[in-house]
Nanobody, 114 residues
Framework: QVQLVESGGGLVQAGGSLRLSCAAS????????MGWFRQAPGKEREFVAE????????SYADSVKGRFTISRDSAKNTVYLQMTNLKPEDTAVYYC???????WGKGTLVTVSS
């Protein structure tokens, strides 16, 4: 079993920044990737970013490229999402997952006011 706990969400004005964290515990030695998804009210969950646990290579959704940065701290089993130049359309519950979805966190709410 793996547990994922997100933190760092909150209310921020447009143009502001937030950093989300996702701490993994349990059988983390089987991790090969970690990712962030988000779900806005009335919309489907969508991919935001992903990072390879071994190589650190990353991928991003076009909507966040250049504004969001995913990173990891292997020693802490934690993945981060640095979000800058936030827009109202970034408002959503942000979820982290492992290995493209074998485990999910419960999410953290990000609200961007205009």
């Amino acid at each position: 079993q793996v547990q994922l706990v997100e933190s760092g969400g909150g209310l921020v004005q447009a143009g502001g920044s937030l950093r989300l964290s996702c701490a993994a515990s349990g059988r983390t030695f089987t991790t090969y990737s970690m990712g962030w998804f988000r779900q806005a009210p009335g919309k489907e969950r969508e991919f935001v970013a992903e990072i390879s646990w071994s190589s650190g290579s990353t991928s991003y959704a076009d909507s966040v490229k250049g504004r969001f940065t995913i990173s990891r701290d292997s020693a802490k089993n934690t993945v981060y999402l640095q979000m800058t130049n936030l827009k109202p359309e970034d408002t959503a519950v942000y979820y982290c997952n492992r290995n493209q979805g074998d485990y999910w966190g419960k999410g953290t709410l990000v609200t961007v006011s205009s």
